[in-house]
């Protein structure tokens, strides 16, 4: 359990790098940023974002299950702990904005260049909160169209990050269940692809670095769980080659 936790605290800590410090570095979010960039944000944020984040899901899941090349009672088994664990994770989100609700940076703005006062806005049902967004962005200049329609997609409350805590549980899954397999590349896009996500939300108006921080650290504690049940039920994380040479240094130590 300590190799794991360590294993996981060490990719944790690479993803916390980018919004620790844009947090300590005092970034405001402001819209009106290139078009180009943002689309290209906006479609990484969409590999997380329904109906695509299933799809997500289920291809690493395969890819996983590909990489750990366990029998079948073990895949399933993994595959169910897989999916629990990001589960897992979406429920205590849910759970967590429902008690802090924390606006959104771009409801913020709304209330500043708008004045639409933010506790206004979260007493309307969600799809009014979406045709008010929509109403008072028609003619915004400075917003892209494709980002209106996300944000009136996205009227709930920000803290914490849902989109970050889906990609870092996967970031740090493969740490945690990949690295004994010395599949450093997996880990190296995933790692790259979940920082992207996290910096998208961000640049997107969705979310402030401390929502993408403590989702990091929820996802952290989650996987180390979910790994360390993983290698209790579906056996060594190891190849068997190796295992082996583990097994005859220890008897030539004894």
């Given at each position: 359990m300590?190799?794991?936790a360590?294993?996981t605290?060490v990719?944790a ?6 919004p620790?410090a ?5 970034w ?20 997380v ?22 029998r ?13 664990a ?19 940076p771009f ?31 028609i ?37 945690g ?25 961000l640049?997107l108006?969705?979310h ?37 040479r ?9």
């Open positions: 300590l190799n794991i360590r294993r605290a990719g800590g690479i993803l916390l790098i980018m620790a844009v947090w300590i570095s005092g405001q979010w402001q819209p009106g940023a290139n078009s180009g960039w943002l689309k290209a944000l906006f479609w990484i944020t969409e590999t974002t329904q109906p695509w984040g299933i799809i997500t899901h289920t291809l690493l899941c395969g890819w996983f299950l590909w990489c750990l090349r366990f079948l009672r073990a895949a399933i088994m993994l595959f169910a702990i897989l999916g629990a990001i589960l897992i994770g979406q429920g205590v989100k849910s759970w967590v904005k429902d008690r802090v609700q924390e606006p959104r409801v913020v703005w709304l209330e500043k260049t708008h004045h639409v006062p933010v506790t206004d806005f979260y007493n309307l049902k969600r799809k009014a909160r979406g045709e008010l967004v929509k109403e008072q962005l003619e915004q200049q400075n917003v892209p169209p494709f980002l209106r329609k996300h944000w009136q997609k996205e009227t709930g409350f920000a803290f914490p990050s849902g989109h970050t805590m889906f990609a870092a549980s996967w970031a740090l899954l493969g740490v269940l990949l690295w004994p397999r010395r599949r450093t590349l997996t880990i190296a896009v995933l790692l790259v692809w979940a920082t992207g996500v996290m910096g998208s939300r640049l108006g969705m402030w670095p401390r929502d993408l921080i403590v989702a990091t650290l929820i996802a952290w504690l989650l996987v180390t769980l979910a790994t360390w049940l993983a290698q209790r039920v579906c056996g060594p994380l190891t190849p068997p080659a190796e295992e082996n583990e097994i005859a240094n220890r008897e030539e130590e004894s």
